[in-house]
């Protein structure tokens, strides 16, 4: 075999596009790699490049209107992903080192990091404690005693 076959190509032009895919957002990319597997079957298959351009073509809008919205849906929550600081608010974490509001000085483990802490409340919360996070500013948490629900 001197050269590669049409199918040889839809199938490493399907790949190529797949690796696109992983580095790109929204599933559009995979529409055209839907596309290229159908045309690469009709290359198997000895069906001509206009059919092969057409089966392509087919493909590749039945998977962008009928698989890309059924795909998108399931894939997202439908809200947002938060990262880097506003990941932090709402979070618990424990007290490693007691929060004096009058010093402004104390430690907080948040998912095992070690960040400065202060509170708002107007009590000191002793090491051990369980807090949330309210804000973030720079590198310290602002946080406020976890409500368990008891009075008291």
Known sequence: MDAL?????????????????????????????????????LAYWQLGIPWQLVGF???SLAAFFGVRPFALKHMSSGEPLKTNVDAMIGRGGVVSERLDPATGKGRVLVDGEDWWGVTDSARAVEAGERVVVVKVDGTKLIVEPETTGREG
Do not use: K, Y
């Open 5 to 41: 076959e049409p199918w040889h190509i839809w199938t490493i032009l399907g790949l190529i596009i797949v690796i696109g895919e992983v580095f790109t957002a929204g599933f559009v990319l995979a529409c055209f790699a839907i596309g290229c597997i159908v045309a690469a079957a």
């Open 57 to 59: 073509s087919a493909a």
